[in-house]
């Protein structure tokens, strides 16, 4: 979700007033009453498309644009748009004006200066203007303060959007599947998804007795299912049967996908093949559930199905609302935060972190709380359910030396969502009296096990099962392979075999956005498209690529800027295009032609060391000023300025030389994993047989590939580690787990007794070190990774991920998804926290360093004298002796030829001298490599 477009000046801002908030919950509340049983409903701040909280709209005219996403599998019902804003109060009405437009079509707008400053805004988008793309939503000022003379610029021109706690409202209902392979490929693995995708992954027979090939081919599955979601994170989770609410791809032959598969879908393999179909739901039902709830005598089948499902809910709730109620009394604010779903805004306005953070100061306080609850409703509403309950709270607290006692008595209402596999809580009401409940209905008990046979073929149309198969796993390999390369809308139907797959060459550092150096390369192909600035202070446009991570930046180079642009003409000689690499101010540009230019190779030099490997970003930031006089009209749009996409950019070839362990390029790109974008010579070794670790991995796969941009098709999984392996090597597991072969080599070696370097002083000069020897753990509710030389040797790299427990795991796989954990890995040691509902990340240096990235004779001969000084001190020795002996020879010849000629006897002489010189030159090295003794032996 990215802003393309912004206005000038567009920057933070302050907090909103509490009564504007109580305003926005009012609205909200009741627009979320009115839709709640209709269909799904989802609420997206705005602040999370923007990454800022206050838009400043400045000069007479001011323009910026979000890009609003919209997933293929939504039928959009309703869209509403909820913002306030605040304008300068010393605006005239006449031809000052704020606007909306969605896709260039006028949707809202009112007059600035007839009313409030400050106001608040509700309106409906209509339905027919938002398409399955990015949905443009601009905002427009036009503001004057005077009928006379004023500066386009004057500081009384001003408006200030505030984002804070506004939002985009949908109410949408979920789209069959189309069972069509092309088509159903892009509409699952959809990058316009909110929040994250959902993949599980069905291994029939479960992952404890997969072969390693079909491990390496469920980790390739994520790693190019992930890539196609793009930036949006991917959860993988791994079954042995299908999980309901999410799409499943199921991995298998034949004979053990027949059993597991209904009767309904037909498994006629013959060879590799990828097959679509409705999600069945029949097979996934726990009898156990199922046989908890009564049918009532007289119904019609599809009623028995309805009231089955309707029973399974409630029971959920139920199970979910004593978890709930277990986490709140006991004051376990993890558990007690696991029950809110991300989207939760409080009755206060609250989202869902901050009343977390108030829940936890109370928790802190002395003092256990006593909760009881009786007469509940449970109420299913759609994929929502209403559970009504009078609750009754006694607490008794220490306030300053004092105890005092706490009665809250009302009726509690939670709106429960199923998200995944799990019940969160949407919204959360507390009141006096008890609110209107659709249906008194309490949870009803026995199924009969009979009917259970009736809901055995049920679907759910909205979500997929993607079959790939084949008669043996090299078939299934092949099949998988297809399923992520399919970019084309063909085939049009719902099943397809595979005979070969194939990828054209590949080369090393060939991944997203990566500059290919030592030529010019086009900025289309860099995702920069010809770019026109409109506008006194237009936003500028950014050109991002991507240098490999282990390059050695020479300083003393220059990166070139090949520029095609125009600009128009009425500009004042100090208008100019500013450009800035990553942030730093590099050069600028004047228009210094009156009437305009057009410019082609417009050629322009960035010293290197402003550079650095990885993401960088060119940055063009025109500066427009009319060339007038005071109180003269001037139009914006006069102001105009060109950047052609057949620009080029040039940065000449620098030595693959990097220092290792490093972690930040590997949640860069996955370096040194992907030299080869495929991922060659890599290996994955899960160190614990069950679920959570073939998570992990998949989860931190997809990672990769999404910041690589290219499927890991060539990688190895295993799960036991090879006598010999040539190449980087990642270990997945449980610290119990974890083989002395690998965990040996590391510094810390994690399984014995750890020796941690802990910095406690920090100066100029360095860090000072305490070296501390331990026997401890990592602690419950945490993840590590550490990174070292691979104990196979030949400057590979091994990378550990591991945990106390399995559940642990399985979190830190997850939390590799995430961008804050991303940001802030670095040096070799990571611990990431998972205690808080964010992630609290700390980074260490505690390995031995060693070199990587030299591909030439030259370049590995500089790393061996990089890496083994001494030897370097050694060569330029006896570099340096030859050099003087050289010397005195020559200089020795000289002198006998010209004294031989004048006096033989003076040249025997000069011969013999320099025969002593030379003895005792020798005598001298040698003497210096002779050992020497000590004191005592002295």
């Known amino acids: 979700m990215n802003i393309l477009s912004e206005s000038p000046g567009f920057d933070r801002g302050s907090s909103i007033p509490v009564v504007s908030r109580l305003l926005f919950l009012l609205f909200g509340l009741l627009l979320s009453t009115a839709s709640a049983v209709n269909a799904e409903i989802v609420r997206m701040p705005l602040e999370k498309f923007l990454g800022k909280k206050i838009a400043h709209m400045r000069c007479n005219k001011s323009t910026f644009s979000i890009y609003l996403p919209i997933p293929e599998r939504w039928k959009i019902n309703k869209a509403t748009i909820n913002f306030r804003f605040v304008s300068s109060p010393t605006l005239i009405p006449e031809g000052s004006m704020i606007a909306v437009r969605v896709n260039s079509k006028p949707v809202w707008t009112q007059v600035l200066g007839l009313e409030e400053p400050e106001q608040s805004v509700l309106f409906e988008i209509p339905q027919k203007l938002l398409g399955h793309k990015y949905n443009e939503i601009s905002f427009f000022v036009g503001q004057h303060f005077s009928f006379e003379c004023e500066h386009p610029c004057d500081p009384n021109l001003w408006t200030d959007i505030d984002f804070h706690n506004a939002y985009i409202e949908i109410d949408y209902d979920p789209l069959p599947v189309p069972l069509v392979l092309s088509k159903a490929h892009n509409f699952l693995f959809d990058n316009k998804t909110f929040e994250r995708g959902n993949i599980n992954i069905v291994i029939p027979g479960g992952h404890a007795d997969a072969s390693d090939t079909m491990l390496t081919t469920a980790t390739v599955l994520a790693s190019g299912i992930a890539k196609r979601f793009d930036y949006v994170p991917v959860t993988f989770s791994v079954s042995d049967k299908i999980k309901p609410g999410v799409d499943n791809i199921m991995i298998g032959v034949g004979d053990d996908i027949r059993n597991i598969l209904p009767a ?155 998200e995944g596999s799990e019940l969160k809580i949407l919204s959360e009401k507390w009141s006096r009296e008890k609110p209107p409940v659709q249906l008194e209905e309490k949870v009803v008990e026995k199924l009969p096990a009979k009917k259970l046979k009736k809901l055995v073929h049920d679907d759910d149309p909205t979500h997929a099962l993607i079959i790939l198969s084949g008669k043996s796993e090299d078939d299934i390999k092949l099949a998988t392979e297809a399923l992520i390369s399919l970019t084309f809308p063909y085939p049009g139907v719902s099943e397809m075999e595979v005979l070969e797959f194939k990828v054209n060459d590949i080369k090393t550092y060939s991944g997203k956005a990566v500059l290919e150096t030592g030529k010019p390369t086009k900025f289309q192909k860099l995702g920069f498209h010809t770019k026109t600035f409109i506008g006194l202070l237009p936003a500028p446009k950014d050109l991002s690529f991507n240098l490999p991570p282990d390059f050695d930046i020479k300083p003393n180079q220059y990166a070139k800027l090949s520029l095609n642009f125009v600009y128009s003409g009425g500009l004042r000689a100090d208008s100019g295009l500013n450009i800035l690499l990553n942030g730093v101010f590099a050069t600028t540009i004047s228009f210094d032609n009156p009437k305009g230019a057009t410019l082609e190779d417009y050629e322009i030099s960035i010293p290197t060391y402003l550079f650095k490997p990885g993401k960088n970003k060119v940055s063009f930031k025109p500066v427009m000023i009319p060339d007038s006089e005071e109180c003269q ?211 260490l240096t505690t390995e031995k360093a060693y070199y990587i990235g030299a591909n030439s004779i030259l370049q590995k001969g500089a790393l061996y004298f990089y890496t083994h000084p001494n030897a370097l001190y050694i060569v330029g020795g006896i570099l340096l002796v030859m050099l003087i002996m050289s010397t005195i020879m020559m200089y020795r010849n000289i002198l006998v030829r010209k004294a031989s000629e004048e006096d033989p006897e003076v040249g025997r002489s000069v011969l013999g001298v320099f025969a002593v010189l030379k003895k005792a030159l020798l005598f001298f090295f040698i003497a210096r490599k002779l050992p020497q003794k000590d004191d005592e032996e002295k």
């Open 264 to 418: 309904n879908i037909p498994t006629d393999i013959s060879g590799p093949s990828i097959k679509i179909a409705k999600l069945p739901l029949g097979k996934i039902e726990s009898t156990d559930i199922i046989n908890t709830f009564p049918i009532s005598e007289g119904h019609s089948v599809e009623e028995d199905k309805e009231e089955a499902k309707s029973n399974i809910q409630k029971s959920e709730a139920r199970e979910a609302i004593d978890k709930w109620l277990d986490s709140w009394t006991n004051e376990e604010i993890k558990s007690y935060a696991g029950f809110y779903s991300l989207r939760f805004i409080s009755e206060q306005g609250e989202k869902q972190k901050s009343y977390i953070q108030k829940k936890k100061d109370l928790f802190n306080k002395i003092g256990m709380p006593i909760i009881t609850i009786s007469d509940i409703s449970i109420v299913p509403q759609g994929k929502k359910t209403q559970a009504v309950f009078m609750q009754k709270y006694r607490l008794a607290s220490l306030v300053g030396k004092k105890w005092e006692r706490f009665k809250h008595d009302g009726w509690k209402e939670l709106v429960w969502v199923k």
């Open 633 to 843: 009209l001037v139009l914006p749009e006069s102001l105009v300025l060109t950047i052609h996409d057949n620009s080029e950019l040039s940065f000449p070839k620098m030595p693959h030389f990097v220092k290792m362990p490093n972690i930040a390029l590997f949640m860069l790109n996955g370096y040194p994993f992907t030299v080869w974008p495929d991922g060659s010579n890599t290996l994955i070794v899960l160190s614990d047989k069950d679920n959570p670790a073939l998570e992990a991995a998949m989860n931190t796969v997809g990672m990769i590939s999404q910041n690589n941009g290219f499927p890991l098709f060539s990688i190895n999984v295993r799960k036991n580690m090879p006598d010999k392996w040539n190449g980087n090597i990642m270990v997945f597991g449980t610290i119990a787990s974890l083989m002395d072969e690998v965990a040996g080599n590391s510094e810390l070696s994690l399984k014995n007794i750890t020796k941690v370097p802990y910095p406690f002083s920090k100066n100029p000069m360095g860090e000072t070190f305490a070296q501390i020897r331990q026997i401890s753990d990592i602690g419950a509710n945490r993840g590590l990774i550490l990174e070292f030389k691979s104990p196979y040797g030949n400057n590979k790299t091994a990378i550990l991920f591991s945990a106390e427990t399995e559940e642990d795991l399985a979190k830190l796989g997850l939390a590799m998804t995430d961008a804050g954990v991303q940001e802030k890995g670095k040096k070799d040691f990571v611990i990431v926290d998972f205690n808080k509902p964010g992630y609290e990340v700390s980074s």
